[in-house]
Nanobody, 124 residues
Framework: QVQLVESGGGWVQPGGSLRLSCAASGVTLEYLTIAWFRQPPGKGREGVSYISGRDSWTHYVASVKGRFSISRDNAKNKVYLQMNSLKPEDTAVYYC?????????????????WGQGTQVTVSS
């Protein structure tokens, strides 16, 4: 059974940093694309970033480019999202999601396995 478990969320002041982790079981992440999505309060879910399988291409939406960084630790079978210079508009539930292929995508329908989410709150 494939499972994803996020951790690392919490409260942080504007300008602060957090690192989210996504631990996988039942699957090897190295060859598959994994992404981070987020759902702000009262809004729909949006893609934030992905790291593709094998070649590890990365992509970020414009609103987080230069502030967030996605990475994968194949030995630990985990993916991370380092979030710096956080803004109040980054407040959301963050989800990691797994695609059943190495092809890059930030389309929600392309992802079949989702974690339970972790709350990130940025406020003063």
């Amino acid at each position: 059974q494939v499972q994803l478990v996020e951790s690392g969320g919490g409260w942080v002041q504007p300008g602060g940093s957090l690192r989210l982790s996504c631990a996988a079981s039942g699957v090897t992440l190295e060859y598959l694309t994994i992404a981070w999505f987020r759902q702000p309060p009262g809004k729909g879910r949006e893609g934030v970033s992905y790291i593709s399988g094998r070649d590890s291409w990365t992509h970020y939406v414009a609103s987080v480019k230069g502030r967030f960084s996605i990475s994968r630790d194949n030995a630990k079978n985990k993916v991370y999202l380092q979030m710096n210079s956080l803004k109040p508009e980054d407040t959301a539930v963050y989800y990691c999601a797994l695609r059943g292929s190495a092809w890059p995508s930030l389309r929600e329908p392309d992802y079949s396995t989702w974690g339970q989410g972790t709350q990130v709150t940025v406020s003063s």
